[in-house]
């Protein structure tokens, strides 16, 4: 009989009645063949596996994340509860040890949701990781997380949320930035002012295969990992470097993402993307359940699995070498960096940028301001504007945050009040208060 | 006239029924190692009398494939599975002759690798060579599509006394189930076949030519021939024969819990509007979880013959039982006893049940009255706690979809009905502990047979169609056809229950008897490349566990009737 080596809990919600449009990739169907799979395999009947009904997300749970704008209803269906708290659910296992480890197997996905949502951003609304490790951050009092992200996809959203948070490491492999979608995630992204060495990205190149991923899982992700000591590592697990992938270009399979599970040992996997629906997510899901479990998963393959065909080329594995020879650099350098940064003499750092919502289309322009604090990772302003002309102030006091610090946040917050936002957003992270003031 | 006969751990009940109720009840012993006996001589006394032509039918709900599972009494099987990837099916080894072989299937239907008839024939000269001549046949998504079950069923040819193939025995995923159930009804088939046949044979023997039904796990009955092919489905019958039993006593509109307080175990069960809750998936028994529908039932070691003791200065009850009560001659107190001491029990040995409990008294502090009453407190708050942790696994089942999340549809039973040997003693202090609507279910002592007597055929279909790959598949049935792209899904379900009814009235339904039930019914468009390229549509449909029409009329009257010399 079948017994699990870690005790593993599931949560499975395919949301099989919710689309974004008829013939999106992020469709009913999604999730179909996956379910057949793991329900064929008969997972949940492993001693050891347990499925578990999501728990729904509430709209708190999204303030601690998000400014939602103009508010939350206006931009998540339930289905985005459900997902988010599908997550919360298995981190809550986890915390309360019913299990060792979890895997949230949820659509929609949330990793391209930044700070700031104005409506849905590569197929996502809300980041559904995020807004888990923030609850259990407050429910549990954790401090150090990992978030690594596997999906083909720089994982913006969460590096955008973390970018500025010393005690969250974000470590995102994905296709790089200069041939997919959101075009974002080189190597020299390396975390805010304040917090410079906790966000990592590892760029690969097109018709990257298990090789690469795996070269990389065990000379950059564990390393770093194996240094920040968090007390939780959590999986963004997307399936669509995968080699049948519609949607992207690399060469990944599904014994090398139980591979890379294995090394990479997440407490918490949540899944994101992965379009073939046929051809991968099933395979692909039971191998890293089996993983997460600690069972053999030699066996789970593609029915066209052939190792030979989806070998990496030389010069794919010599750019991925050097790649993260310089990023081993780069970490081997944060404490150098943020010192200088840390005594650059100015007060306040500034960035411009734009944020484009492509499912949504929307463009938004962001100028964003933070304190940089001797004491605490510094309190957030972002003034954000779109092209639909709605413009808001959005505030953000981080957990850990100074008295000087939480009280310039609410001085920026009143002073606000007196120019043109149509809204004024405060998230006041130490007292896991929300503040929202709509104009119009 | 009808017969229901049910084989219990203790004793064999057995009711004869007419238009106006019970005509007679027999309760005879149960003898674990000669179950054939026992049967007989309820049928034989039964029957005594009685004009042959005027018994229209028997259901028989028997120990007997359970006993095998539970005892290992098996007969060896051959069991061949084809896996493709996935879990190393050597996971689900079921025994010494167990072949995992070439083929595979994937989730759509699709070959994507072929069987190797030469290793087919070569594992069957070999099981035939060792004298194995029971097999089972085993694929993975074999239920999307059948066809290597087929060739390896052709392959073995009629050399082998049965051969059971998985995607017949259920619609549902789960291949290691599906090579569990296979094994199970292989293992099970010939002790099952000999035992009916000398049923049939005996009964002929007098002249009585009746149908004969087999009770299964799932509160329904199938005919005496469908039993033969699928011995498994008799498996843990008991429990749904109490269940049946109470049907006729559950009010309509309300979510209703069942509590049969047996001897060693209390089993549990819920009614939804006056039908059962059924499993989701499959039997869980002896080490095996398998596909056998069944009613969602809950078993807890504690019933009136529990052994009570005090362990680490806390009381305890069961979950053993060393015989009967003290007050009946048995060696340690029990629950029973303290009913006794409490002297809701009369005609047995009230000193006896007393000494039993004084040394518990004496532990306790307590004057063996109130030890008795805490006894019995404890027994009933443990059986009401345990009934609340099934009604929240009932609860805390996953759905799939944002609409029945957010419906969320709780199980919240607001009546109990009690039967079996203390029910009425149980019934009142459940009343007292609780906001339960308690009733006693008349003829709680043989509500079982009455259950087995009155239960109807039932049985269950899933279609799947798949418009771009233009299959539409009812696996259990054998049904494997092409349709047209603009089948839909209002054709599918008109299909599925069209073959629901041919498939029950074939397993032993009477026409009037088809209480059809729509179960699950989904649709998704397939879209490849920004196109919808077809459609897959799944309908699974039953008839409903519940009680045959015929004799509806008669659960008003068994509430009068007075059972004469009824043990209590």
Known sequence: ?440 | MIIGLDVGGTNTDVVLLNDEGIVRQVKVPTNQTDLLHSVWMGLEEVTRDIPPESIHRAVLSTTLTTNCVAECKLTPVGMIVSSGPGIDPECYRTGEHYFAVAGSIDHRGREIQPVDAAEIEAIASRLRSEGVRHVGVAGKFSIRNPKHELQIEEILGSDFDYVILGHRISGNLSFPRRIATAHVNAAVYPTHKRFFEAVRDSLARKGFTFPIYVLKADGGTISFDTALDYPGQSILSGPAASVMGSLPFASDAEETLVLDVGGTTTDMAVLIRNAPLLDPVGIDMGGFKTLIRALKTQSIGLGGESVVRIADGALKIGPDRQGPAMAYGGPAPTVTDALFVLGQLSGGDVDAARRGLTPLAEKMGASVEEAADRIFDHACKTIMRAAADMIADVNSKPVYTVHELLDGYQVKPTEVLVLGGPAPYFAMRFAALTDFHVTVVPQWQVANAIGAALARTTCEITLFVDTERGIASIPEEAYYQPIKKDFDREKAIELAYEMLRQKALRFGAEPGDLDVELLEDVEFNMVRGFYTTGRIIRVRVQIKPGLIHQYRSIAGMLTSYCPIGARS
């Open chain 1, 1 to 440: 009989m079948l017994r699990a080596k870690h005790k593993t809990g599931l949560v499975f919600f395919p949301a099989f009645d919710w689309a974004i449009s008829p013939t999106h990739p992020e469709r009913e169907e999604r999730l179909l063949y996956t379910q057949d799979q793991v329900f064929e395999e008969g997972v949940t009947d492993i001693d050891g596996v347990f499925e578990f009904k999501p728990d729904i997300a509430t709209v708190q749970d999204i303030r601690r994340v998000h400014f939602c704008v103009p508010d939350e209803w206006k931009v998540i269906t339930e289905s985005h509860l459900i997902s988010a708290g599908g997550a919360k659910t298995i981190g809550i296992s986890v915390m309360e040890k019913k299990v060792d480890r979890g895997f949230a197997l949820v659509r929609p996905p949330g990793h391209h949701a930044m700070r700031v949502v104005h409506g849905a951003r590569g197929f996502c609304n809300i980041n559904i990781e995020a807004i888990m490790i923030e609850y259990l951050r407050r429910k549990y009092g954790v401090n150090r997380v990992a978030i690594v992200d596997t999906d083909c996809h720089h994982g913006d959203g969460t590096q955008d949320i973390y970018w500025h948070d010393p005690d969250t490491l974000f470590i995102s492999m994905h296709q790089d930035g200069r041939t997919l979608y959101p075009g974002t995630g080189f190597h020299y992204e390396l975390g805010g002012p304040t917090a410079i060495g906790s966000t990592i990205n590892i760029p690969l190149p097109p018709r990257t295969s298990a090789e690469g991923f795996l070269y990389v899982t065990e000379n950059v992700v564990r390393p770093i990992l194996d240094e920040f000591k968090p007390e939780l590592v959590v999986n963004s697990a997307g399936q669509d470097n995968h080699y049948t992938d519609p949607i992207t270009n690399m060469l990944f399979s599904a014994q090398g993402y139980a591979r890379l599970t294995e090394l990479l040992q997440p407490d918490i996997a949540v899944l994101e993307g992965g379009y073939s629906i046929e051809g991968a997510l099933p395979y692909v899901n039971v191998g890293i359940i089996l993983a997460m479990a600690g069972l053999d998963y030699s066996k789970v393959q593609e029915p066209d699995y052939e190792p030979e065909k989806i070998k990496q080329s030389r010069d794919v594995t010599r750019m991925i070498e050097t790649v993260s020879g310089q990023i081993m650099q780069y970490w081997g350098k944060r404490r150098e960096y943020h010192e200088k940064s840390m005594n650059s003499g100015k007060e306040f750092s500034d960035r411009d940028r734009s944020v484009y919502y492509d499912t949504d289309d929307i463009m938004e322009t962001q100028k964003e301001r933070i304190r940089i604090c001797p004491d605490c990772s510094g309190v957030v302003r972002i003034d954000s504007s779109t092209d639909s002309g709605r413009r808001i102030l959005a505030i953000r006091i981080p957990r850990k945050a100074c008295k000087k610090c939480s009280e310039l946040g609410y001085e920026w917050c009143e002073a606000g009040a007196s120019e043109d936002f149509g809204g004024i957003y405060l998230q006041d992270a130490v007292r896991d208060q929300y503040f929202a003031h709509k104009k119009n």
